[in-house]
């Protein structure tokens, strides 16, 4: 139910609300044209902090921005900082980046976004700290309402990240701590966000 990408009327439907509400979106075929897309959007030398996301990972987009040199990568240097003596500094740095780029758990027809976090490192750069936030998004995350956000959230994705991070971070689970829901923008061209015909991410 959760993983069933969106029809062409929903995309639509949705990229015009989101449009409303502020929010530049667009849809493209591939998680490959959307690589492109989005590495098309980011001036070069610009400071990026690209979001611990799924999405990023499998379209490779985290690699080219950590292991390239087009960009200022933000997580790059804040792993070889002291997070003891540097923690102050390090929050900094990723709540306020020129650009951060990431994913998001659902959209709704009615243009809202919706974010669950365990941290909620990436909830202040998307809110309002970054110049500019750029999201990458399977239309399989297109749900009807807030009520199904949640749903999703609950019901799908919870369990997918816990499995995740006991993979990856030896973590027993992840919780939904925090979320961000995001009903409008009300800085022109600030959030920007592209839909992909690909089941991505969770």
Do not use: C
């Not at 985290?62 to 960009?71: A, D, L, M, P, Q």
């Not at 998307?126 to 936030?133: F, H, L």
């Not at 027993?172 to 995001?182: A, D």
């Amino acid at each position: 139910m959760w993983n069933i990408l969106a029809s062409e009327e929903r995309i639509a439907k949705t990229i015009k609300a989101l449009t409303e509400n502020g929010i530049v979106a667009e849809a493209v075929n591939t998680g490959e044209e959307a690589k492109k897309r989005l590495l098309e959007i980011i001036p070069a030398g610009v400071a990026v902090m690209n979001m611990s996301s799924t999405t990023l990972d499998q379209i490779g987009i985290t690699k080219e921005i950590v292991e390239g040199n087009k960009y200022v990568a933000v997580k790059k240097k804040l792993m070889t900082m002291d997070r003891e003596k540097d923690s102050r500094r390090m929050q900094e740095m990723g709540a306020a980046p020129e650009y951060a780029i990431g994913s998001v758990h659902a959209v709704t027809e009615a243009g809202q976004l919706v974010v669950a976090s365990n941290s909620g490192s990436q909830i202040p750069a998307y809110a309002y700290g970054a110049e500019k936030v750029i999201w990458v998004v399977g239309t399989q995350k297109i749900v009807a309402n807030l009520d199904d956000a949640m749903k999703r959230i609950y019901e799908y994705t919870l369990d997918l990240e816990s499995e995740r991070v006991r993979k990856a971070n030896m973590m027993p689970k992840s919780n939904v701590s925090k979320m961000l829901i995001i009903n409008k923008e009300v800085r022109p061209d600030r959030l920007f966000l592209i839909f992909v015909r690909e089941v991505l991410g969770f």
